[in-house]
């Protein structure tokens, strides 16, 4: 059975930078598409971006693009999530999920969520 584990993050200042790791074990990853979710306090879980198995397609939430980047390496069974220029308001828990192949604009689509890390913005 895949599981994900979500690692990297912490308290920066706004304007700087982390990069979250989703590692998976019990499965390769090679066949499944990986999502970043958030979710902050009092608010629902939200679809961040995501990558495809392949790696050649990939999307992003309008509020984060130019900022945030997706990338996998398959032989490490590890997606990440390159966070710059962060702001105040991507304040929230991050999670990983998988969805076989393709990636989705539903929730409900993927499986096997990890933990979740922390990431707070604060000066």
């Known amino acids: 059975q895949l599981q994900l584990v979500e690692s990297g993050g912490g308290l920066v200042q706004p304007g700087g930078s982390l990069r979250l790791s989703c590692a998976a074990s019990?499965?390769?990853?090679?066949?499944?598409?990986i999502g970043w979710f958030r979710q902050a306090p009092g608010k629902e879980r939200e679809g961040v971006s995501c990558?495809?198995?392949?790696?050649?397609?990939?999307n992003y939430q309008d509020s984060v693009k130019g900022r945030f980047t997706i990338s996998r390496h398959n032989a490490k069974n590890t997606v990440y999530l390159q966070m710059n220029s962060l702001k105040p308001e991507d304040t929230a828990v991050y999670y990983c999920?998988?969805?076989?192949?393709?990636?989705?604009?539903?929730?409900?689509?993927?499986?096997?969520w990890g933990q979740g890390t922390q990431v707070t913005i604060s000066s």
């Open positions: 019990g499965f390769p990853l090679d066949y499944y598409a």
């Open positions: 990558i495809s198995s392949s790696g050649d397609i990939t």
């Open positions: 999920a998988e969805r076989l192949r393709s990636c989705s604009r539903t929730l409900a689509d993927f499986h096997s």
